[in-house]
């Protein structure tokens, strides 16, 4: 496994909800930069939320009424929990890490392997 694992992604029908979890390995990512991307059929991967290691939140603007993203730094985990769900959200959602590492701005980043989504009646 790798230093991120999401977990949550299975059948949801239409309207239903999702929360998806994103268990990092190491404390360290308590200081970086957590978010949810998606990478639907035919399309490229995409921005869903973002939380910065202080908690500031940001949302993609077709999710940001019905999604909510935090994080529990104690237990080094990310969540994403999606309501109102349509079969355009189907997916395959990945976690990322960021964080920058020297004054020129150069950033490590970190993704997870990715959990599937379907959402279908």
């Known amino acids: 496994q790798g230093d991120l694992v999401e977990s949550g992604g299975g059948l949801v029908q239409p309207g239903g909800s999702l929360r998806l979890s994103c268990a990092a390995s190491?404390?360290?990512?308590?200081?970086?930069?957590m978010a949810w991307y998606r990478q639907r059929p035919g399309k490229q991967r995409e921005l869903v939320a973002s939380?910065?290691?202080?908690?500031?939140?940001n949302y993609e603007d077709s999710v940001k009424d019905r999604a909510t993203i935090s994080r529990d730094n104690a237990k080094n985990t990310l969540y994403l929990r999606m309501n109102a769900l349509q079969p355009e959200d189907s997916a395959v959602y990945y976690c990322h890490a960021r964080t920058t590492v020297n004054v020129e701005g150069a950033t490590v980043e970190h993704w997870g392997q990715g959990t599937l989504g379907t959402v279908s009646s």
């Open positions: 939380i910065s290691s202080s908690g500031s939140t």
């Open positions: 190491r404390r360290a990512f308590r200081g970086y930069r």
